[in-house]
């Protein structure tokens, strides 16, 4: 079974940073693709970034390139997602999920029970 838990959200200054974190267990993580998206209050899903462990190939949604970084960790089968320079407009809650090569939320069958990020004075 897919369990996917995430941590590490929390309330934070404009221009301040926060890392998100993601444990992962019941598939081959070091083989996977896996995937970040957000949820803003009042609108849908939103894909944010992706990354290929088995490549390291990363790829990011414009309005977080430069300022967002994923990465994974093979031994701890944990994925990652370092953000910095955070703005109001990125609070959302933020979801891992397993698989990669979509911006589509319904291509996703696994996600983790998400985690709130609030950019705020």
């Known amino acids: 079974e897919v369990q996917l838990v995430e941590s590490g959200g929390g309330l934070v200054q404009p221009g301040g940073s926060l890392r998100l974190s993601c444990a992962a267990s019941?598939?081959?993580?070091?083989?996977?693709?896996m995937s970040w998206f957000r949820q803003a209050p009042g609108k849908g899903l939103e894909w944010v970034s992706s990354i290929y462990s088995y490549s390291s190939n990363t790829y990011y949604a414009d309005s977080v390139k430069g300022r967002f970084t994923i990465s994974t960790d093979n031994a701890k089968n944990t994925l990652y997602l370092q953000m910095n320079s955070l703005k109001s407009e990125d609070t959302a809650v933020y979801y891992c999920?397993?698989?990669?090569?979509?911006?589509?939320?319904?291509?996703?069958?696994?996600w983790g029970q998400g985690a709130q990020v609030t950019v705020s004075s």
């Open positions: 019941g598939f081959t993580f070091s083989m996977s693709a």
């Open positions: 999920a397993k698989d990669g090569g979509s911006y589509f939320p319904a291509d996703f069958g696994s």
